[in-house]
């Protein structure tokens, strides 16, 4: 009988596939706490809502999630020396604007989709709703949304825009942009999900080492589960050192002399902020 130490450690990998984490080395990725798994895609983002200022912008496409079944998830490359987003030629750009001189609203946001040649018109977005009929936070469907053709593969119900928990370097949340095809045999809409980026002056259309590592891409299924699992960890160790100095500033008031008025000093201003994996699966809920 073999020794503990001569024996394969089955239980380290016992949560997930090797064969299958090798396979998604170079998809984006993360670690579900829920499902007990990694999942291939970008999680959608959690908490408040961004403002729609930032949701505002032009991007270019990174990364595109077919149906899970139908084929593998793939980079969405430009050409090298792409100087413009409106190449014919080119993987296309997606838009999100408002008026000029006015606050982007729910109601006056608009915008284009062009996808390799295809191109949409939307004009105002509302918030969707989960599996419990309730408003998500960070998921939007169009008011009106209209492919400029009737394209076999596209269809103009269903499509939806979703910001995502991982931000660009510059510290924006990449979008997803949902793309919904019509109904097959088996009678369900399937959709195409591609990921994108907020285009800079630098007019550089890819991803950073940094970003690819927020992404989750180029690592295995444990380096994944670990980075998740360490960034909770210290989150929580930050929340638990704020209610701490919360607690002795409380302290430190709670003993000030009696009719002793303490000044306040003026702070600077500050305004409020305002779902299908696979299990190799694109993006979130």
């Known amino acids: 009988m073999a020794s503990k130490s001569d024996q394969p450690e089955a239980s380290s990998s016992q949560w997930y596939d090797p064969q299958e984490s090798e396979q998604d080395l170079a998809h984006p990725k993360f670690w579900s706490e829920e499902d007990g798994e990694v999942i291939v895609g970008i999680k959608q983002r ?24 139908l084929s593998e998830p793939i980079d969405v490359p430009y050409a090298p020396g792409t100087k413009s987003l409106h190449d ?59 492919w400029k053709e009737d394209y076999d593969d ?26 919904a095809s019509p109904a097959g045999r088996g009678g369900d809409s399937w959709y195409l999900e591609l990921a994108a980026k907020k285009e ?12 690819m590592k927020r992404l989750g891409m180029q690592a295995q299924y444990p380096e994944v589960r670990a980075a998740a699992l360490a960034a909770k960890q210290e989150e929580e160790e930050e929340s638990e050192s704020e209610s701490e100095s919360e607690s002795e500033s409380d302290s430190d008031q709670g003993s000030s002399p009696v009719g002793k008025r303490r000044k306040r000093r003026p702070g600077p ?17």
């Open 154 to 179: 596209c269809q103009d119900d269903g499509c939806a825009l979703l910001a995502l928990e991982v931000s660009d370097d510059e510290g924006d949340p990449f979008v997803m942009f949902r793309s």
């Open 269 to 285: 201003d500050s305004s409020a902020t305002d779902d299908r994996p696979r299990k190799r699966k694109a993006a979130a809920y």
């Open 88 to 146: 014919p030629k080119g993987p296309g750009y997606l838009t999100i604007s408002c008026p000029r001189k006015t606050n982007p609203t729910l109601k006056n946001i608009t915008g284009t989709v062009l996808l390799y040649g295809k191109r949409a018109q939307f004009s105002g977005i509302k918030r969707a709703k989960d599996r419990d009929k309730n408003l998500a936070t960070n998921h939007w469907e169009f008011v009106s949304f209209k």
């Open 46 to 69: 959690s908490g408040a809502s961004i403002p729609l200022s930032t949701l505002c912008g032009t991007y270019f496409w990174i990364y595109e999630f077919p149906e899970p079944g």
């Open 200 to 211: 800079r002056r630098t007019k550089e259309y890819g991803l950073s080492s940094a970003e």
